[in-house]
Structure formats: structure tokens, C-alpha cells
């Protein structure tokens, strides 16, 4: 694995160049408004945008037919020009030429714990599994227990509490580091803890309807924590909480745990919890993929 770059990999007259020419790009350059999700989201549809800006004039008339096949080929040469003056306008768009084809494939690579990966670090530190896509979280219920188990109907009160709740998860590590530091820890942490013993050993565990209560109690303090100004960015996002009967377990994953942890009795993870993010709101103001006949046109206004 190469971590550390040998010198001749890198080149400071090339680096200043880069930050320069960037810097220049992108004066008087805005983010788009708004904050959380939907800011995550419009920064990715912009870059679609970026890349259908940047596909060969060929290309783009392909792209026009497949998605108006009602386009005229005035229409199709308006498109092409709105292409181009966006593409000039925006500093993020590649200045050089985007082939297309195999010559211009790109590889994206995404990293994350594998699902034995994340049952073997869990059981040997006793942690539970929270998940925050719909995949990960099918992985889970179909391969790390019987398929088709429902979670147990004696936490269904406290499910239901959590659900209700809209938790603000922040996502700049500077703001998360200063909480912290300052021991500013989420009012609802506690209660977690406590859910989680009470899963494992139900025989000195605190009662479900109890847990219930007291989480529904905190849930205006949980949700006046979101109301931070400044530099904070949060998601908000609700809990979904799964307990199967015998809790979640692979048998390779446990033999690893007896072969190479030395772990006697491995023990399954008693719950699950999969963070629901709720959906952003629409931004009619947004530039559009494929502009409208009138924001088409060369000068900027409607062809008769």
C-alpha cells in the first residue's frame, strides 16, 4: 500500500499553478444555499450537470435526443449553445475536452466495512451496528440472521419513540471535536447506553415501556441540540431500531472470533440501528439539466 509519496511525486510549481488558476476560477463563485442533505445533493447534481457540459458536441446531441426526442434540431442547437455558456461560466468544468467511450472511463472507488468486517469488530468490542443506507442495512437483516425475522415486539414502544424523534447529526469534525472536548455529549446518549444493556441482559435490564417514556421526554431537548448557527452542518435524521430474537451473527464470523481473538464464547450483537435521513426540500430556483425552450436560446430569450 503506498501511503507516503516519493518526492519526485509531487511538484510545488505545479501545486501553486493549480491553486492559482482555481482561485482565479472560482472568484465571486457561491455554494449553493441551504444546508445538510440537500446541499449534498445539489453540489452532486451540479456535478452531473458539470459532466453532460462537458461531453463532445456529438455526445450532447445524443444525450438531447434520448431525453427530448420532441427537440427540433433548432431546439437541439440551442441546447448545445446553453451547454457552453454554462460550461464557460461555471469554475468547476474541466477546461480540457472529455472523451467519451472507454478512452474517457473513469473508475469510483468506495470504502467501507464489509458486513463480516463490521460483525467481528462489533462483537469483540461489544459495540451494536448503525447503518445509514438501505443497502447495508438489507445486507444486514437477510445475512446476519434468519431471513425474514422481525425485530422483537416487547422494544416496539421504544422503536417507535426513536422514530419519532429527529436527531441533528453534525457533520463538521471541527464542531464535533469541541463538543467533545467541552464534554457537550447528545442528551439522548445516556439513553442509548442504557437500551443497549437492557437488549443484552433483559433479566437486569430497565423495563421497554420505561425506556420508552424517557426517551420521548428528551426528545425536545434532542432536537433543540440541531439549533446551531455558525459553522454547524447537521443532518437530521431518525433512528430505526432492530432486535432480533437471537441477536445478529455469521458463523464464520464467529470462528474467526474463537480462532484468532481467542474468544470462547463469541456472543451475536443484540441490536441494530440504521440512521433514516429525512428527504430535503425541492429548490424550484435551481438551474435545470436540460434548460426550457425560452432559457435556451442564444441571447437568453424565447425563438419564435
Given at each position: 500500500m503506498h501511503l507516503v509519496p516519493d518526492h519526485g511525486e509531487v511538484s510545488a510549481p505545479l501545486g501553486h499553478h493549480v491553486r492559482e488558476v482555481l482561485t482565479r476560477r472560482t472568484d465571486g463563485w457561491k455554494p449553493p444555499k441551504g444546508g445538510g442533505l440537500y446541499r449534498f445533493l445539489k453540489l452532486a447534481k451540479q456535478e452531473t450537470q458539470r459532466v453532460v457540459w462537458m461531453l463532445p458536441e456529438a455526445s450532447q446531441r445524443r444525450f438531447i435526443a434520448d431525453h427530448m426526442p420532441e427537440a427540433d434540431a433548432n431546439a437541439t442547437d440551442?441546447?448545445?449553445?446553453?451547454?457552453?455558456?454554462?460550461?464557460?461560466?461555471?469554475?468547476?468544468?474541466?477546461?480540457?475536452?472529455?472523451?467519451?467511450?472507454?478512452?474517457?472511463?473513469?473508475?469510483?472507488?468506495?470504502?467501507?466495512?464489509?458486513?463480516?468486517?463490521?460483525?467481528?469488530?462489533?462483537?469483540?468490542?461489544?459495540?451494536?451496528?448503525?447503518?445509514?443506507?438501505?443497502?447495508?442495512?438489507?445486507?444486514?437483516?437477510?445475512?446476519?440472521?434468519?431471513?425474514?425475522?422481525?425485530?422483537?415486539?416487547?422494544?416496539?414502544?421504544?422503536?417507535?419513540?426513536?422514530?419519532?424523534?429527529?436527531?441533528?447529526?453534525?457533520?463538521?469534525?471541527?464542531?464535533?471535536?469541541?463538543?467533545?472536548?467541552?464534554?457537550d455529549r447528545p442528551p439522548i446518549r445516556n439513553l442509548l447506553r442504557r437500551l443497549v444493556e437492557s437488549i443484552s441482559t433483559p433479566e437486569g435490564g430497565a423495563d421497554p415501556s420505561v425506556l420508552a417514556t424517557q426517551i420521548r421526554q428528551v426528545r425536545r431537548k434532542v432536537e433543540r441540540t440541531g439549533k446551531h448557527n455558525g459553522d454547524s452542518t447537521q443532518l437530521p435524521v431518525h433512528l430505526d431500531l432492530h432486535v432480533p430474537p437471537a441477536g445478529f451473527a455469521r458463523h464464520e464470523v464467529q470462528r474467526m472470533l474463537v480462532m484468532f481473538a481467542g474468544v470462547t464464547k463469541p456472543q451475536s450483537i443484540p441490536c441494530a440501528l440504521r440512521l433514516v435521513f429525512e428527504e430535503p426540500k425541492a429548490d424550484m430556483s435551481e438551474t435545470p439539466l436540460l434548460p426550457t425552450n425560452q432559457a435556451a436560446g442564444p441571447s437568453g430569450t424565447a425563438s419564435n
Amino acid at each position: 500500500m503506498h501511503l507516503v509519496p516519493d518526492h519526485g511525486e509531487v511538484s510545488a510549481p505545479l501545486g501553486h499553478h493549480v491553486r492559482e488558476v482555481l482561485t482565479r476560477r472560482t472568484d465571486g463563485w457561491k455554494p449553493p444555499k441551504g444546508g445538510g442533505l440537500y446541499r449534498f445533493l445539489k453540489l452532486a447534481k451540479q456535478e452531473t450537470q458539470r459532466v453532460v457540459w462537458m461531453l463532445p458536441e456529438a455526445s450532447q446531441r445524443r444525450f438531447i435526443a434520448d431525453h427530448m426526442p420532441e427537440a427540433d434540431a433548432n431546439a437541439t442547437d440551442r441546447f448545445i449553445e446553453y451547454f457552453k455558456r454554462q460550461a464557460l461560466a461555471d469554475p468547476y468544468t474541466l477546461l480540457q475536452s472529455l472523451p467519451s467511450g472507454k478512452d474517457g472511463a473513469q473508475i469510483q472507488v468506495f470504502k467501507g466495512l464489509s458486513l463480516e468486517a463490521a460483525l467481528y469488530v462489533a462483537s469483540l468490542t461489544g459495540s451494536i451496528i448503525h447503518v445509514d443506507t438501505e443497502a447495508h442495512w438489507a445486507q444486514l437483516l437477510i445475512h446476519a440472521q434468519p431471513g425474514g425475522t422481525q425485530s422483537q415486539s416487547k422494544w416496539g414502544a421504544v422503536r417507535q419513540a426513536l422514530s419519532d424523534i429527529t436527531i441533528p447529526v453534525e457533520l463538521n469534525a471541527q464542531q464535533v471535536a469541541k463538543r467533545i472536548n467541552s464534554g457537550d455529549r447528545p442528551p439522548i446518549r445516556n439513553l442509548l447506553r442504557r437500551l443497549v444493556e437492557s437488549i443484552s441482559t433483559p433479566e437486569g435490564g430497565a423495563d421497554p415501556s420505561v425506556l420508552a417514556t424517557q426517551i420521548r421526554q428528551v426528545r425536545r431537548k434532542v432536537e433543540r441540540t440541531g439549533k446551531h448557527n455558525g459553522d454547524s452542518t447537521q443532518l437530521p435524521v431518525h433512528l430505526d431500531l432492530h432486535v432480533p430474537p437471537a441477536g445478529f451473527a455469521r458463523h464464520e464470523v464467529q470462528r474467526m472470533l474463537v480462532m484468532f481473538a481467542g474468544v470462547t464464547k463469541p456472543q451475536s450483537i443484540p441490536c441494530a440501528l440504521r440512521l433514516v435521513f429525512e428527504e430535503p426540500k425541492a429548490d424550484m430556483s435551481e438551474t435545470p439539466l436540460l434548460p426550457t425552450n425560452q432559457a435556451a436560446g442564444p441571447s437568453g430569450t424565447a425563438s419564435n
